[in-house]
Every structure is written in structure tokens, then in C-alpha cells.
């Protein structure tokens, strides 16, 4: 069965700061790959998939991450925060031996943007 | 805006009772998935329907079941409800099985 791995629960960064949050995933082939966000009070918003093909994925809102197989990771990066950009980010991989494509998340990982 | 909608935003209810939250997905999707969202278990996948069928199932309660209708739309029954059972219910939905999944807003349940 398949994992998802935030180990950071909260990061807090300066607006304008780069931004790095961490995703290891467990999952016996290549699987879907998804990063979501979510608003105070909001639901789930796509901010990137990765399923195949290039490594380096670009998403919504300046947003991208990367998919590296030997370390199992898919970690989310933003080269400058926004203050717009707090909120809570949660990893999610797809693709189970069923043939489904029900979501497993992680714990997500809420950032703070100080001025 | 996702497209997916849920009714009601919010709901409030005793324990013991039983009550009913609906999602319509996006026009054309078949897929139509449930999720749970509280504090203690995070985000959860409950269950998934493709074209009216069960697809596939997570961790979902006895007490609870679901159903996707004629005209794609599902219903999410929850029954004997419990304290624990407080928490955002998230639907999403996908053009097809293996598609990227588009959530709706979620219902926020209190049971008092």
C-alpha cells in the first residue's frame, strides 16, 4: 500500500524567501503524484500533478516540483512567497494496485508567510 | 472554482441522527470520490464511484455509505452519527478513473 510523508508540519518563511516543502512517498511502481492546496476554510486546489514524462513539473501560482526516483521524493518549491501563499500544502499519491485513482494524502504541511 | 458543488456548506446535527451530503461533479465527470477531513486522521479517502458503480473503497465506516446516480451526481449517507464523526466531508471528481481529481468546497459537519 501506498504512503504519503510531509515531515514538516509547519515551515515559516519571509515573504520573498524561497520555499522547499518536503514530500516522500512509498508506492512499488511510478505513481501519480499531486500537490494540493488548501485556504483557511476552503477545499483542495490542484496546484500539480506529475504522472509521466518529465521530471520537473510546473504548476499554478508559480509553483513546481520535482519527482526524483531514487529518493522517492516529489518535493514543492517556490523561488519567491507571496504573502497570498500561506496556507496548508498537502502532498497526495494516486494510482493503487486497484487501478483507482483514490487519493492518499499526507499530513500536509501548513507555511506561514511573515512580512 | 473547481466545478464540483456540495450541498449543504454546513450542517449541525445530534448524535444518534442520520443525515444526507450531496455532490455534483463536474459536467462530464463519471468519477466521483469522498473524502474525510478531520483533525485527528488528516485527509482520508472513504470511497469512489465510476459511472453509477463502486469503484473502490477506503476507510469508510459501516454506518456510512454513499451512492452515484443516473445523473452523476452522489450522495453521501451518514448514519448513527457520533461526535468523532465531526469533520469536513470533501467530494472530488475526474473525467475518468486515472484522471486528476478536482475537489469541491466540502460540507462541514458538527454533531453536537
Known amino acids: 500500500a501506498q504512503s504519503v510523508t510531509q515531515p514538516d508540519i509547519h515551515i515559516t518563511v519571509s515573504e520573498g524567501a524561497s520555499l522547499e516543502l518536503r514530500c516522500n512517498y512509498s508506492y512499488g511502481a511510478t505513481p501519480y503524484l499531486f500537490w494540493y492546496v488548501q485556504s483557511p476554510g476552503q477545499g483542495l486546489q490542484l496546484l500539480l500533478k506529475?504522472?509521466?514524462?518529465?521530471?520537473l513539473v510546473q504548476g499554478i501560482k508559480g509553483f513546481e516540483a520535482e519527482f526524483k526516483r531514487s529518493q522517492s521524493s516529489f518535493n514543492l518549491r517556490k523561488p519567491s512567497v507571496h504573502w497570498s501563499d500561506a496556507a496548508e500544502y498537502f502532498c497526495a499519491v494516486g494510482l493503487d494496485q486497484t487501478g483507482a485513482n483514490n487519493l492518499f494524502f499526507g499530513t500536509g504541511t501548513r507555511l506561514t508567510v511573515i512580512p | 472554482d473547481s466545478g464540483v458543488t456540495q450541498t449543504p456548506k454546513h450542517l449541525i446535527t445530534a448524535t444518534g441522527q442520520r443525515v444526507t451530503l450531496r455532490c455534483s461533479p463536474r459536467s462530464g465527470d463519471l468519477s466521483v470520490y469522498w473524502y474525510q477531513q478531520s483533525l485527528d486522521q488528516g485527509l482520508q479517502f472513504l470511497i469512489q464511484y465510476y459511472n453509477g458503480e463502486e469503484r473502490a473503497k477506503g476507510n469508510i465506516l459501516e454506518r456510512f455509505s454513499a451512492q452515484q446516480f443516473p445523473d452523476l451526481h452522489s450522495e453521501l449517507n451518514l448514519s448513527s452519527l457520533e461526535l468523532g464523526d465531526s469533520a469536513l466531508y470533501f467530494c472530488?471528481?475526474?473525467?475518468?478513473?486515472?484522471?486528476?481529481?478536482?475537489f469541491g468546497p466540502g460540507t462541514r459537519l458538527l454533531v453536537l
Open positions: 472530488a471528481s475526474s473525467a475518468r478513473q486515472t484522471e486528476t481529481q478536482y
Open positions: 506529475y504522472f509521466s514524462g518529465d521530471t
